[in-house]
């Protein structure tokens, strides 16, 4: 069996090609990955923390900085918008079935 982490983080400066808003993105290689998490909110850490330690396959939904930890907290948290896309811990919770994960 394989591990697999699932994360949402904070990351206003990271690569948004690399790790688009509240959209899960599926990373092989966390250490190459982390060179695009930017330096700002908990992405890039969380990303050098987990390197450190081991090599899984992660998914990562990254979700804007809030401009109070309350709005922070509620970023990461999520939902579902109007118009039915998910955001924040609901986007990685549909990662299975977008990215084809177990």
Do not use: H, W, Y
Not at 1 to 16: N, Q, Y
Not at 75 to 84: R, S
Request: hydrophobic share 40%.
């Amino acid at each position: 069996s394989t591990a697999i982490v699932g994360m949402v983080c904070t990351g206003d400066d990271a690569d948004a090609s690399v790790f688009p808003l509240n959209k899960p993105v599926l990373l092989t290689d966390v250490l190459t990955a982390s060179g695009k998490a930017g330096e700002s909110g908990t992405l890039a850490r969380s990303l050098d923390a987990i390197a450190d330690q081991a090599k899984p396959v992660t998914v990562v939904v990254r979700v804007a900085q809030g401009e109070t930890e309350a709005e922070t907290t509620s970023n990461i948290i999520g939902g579902v918008t109007a118009d039915g896309k998910k955001t924040g811990i609901k986007a990685l919770l549909s990662a299975q079935s977008q990215l084809g994960l177990k």
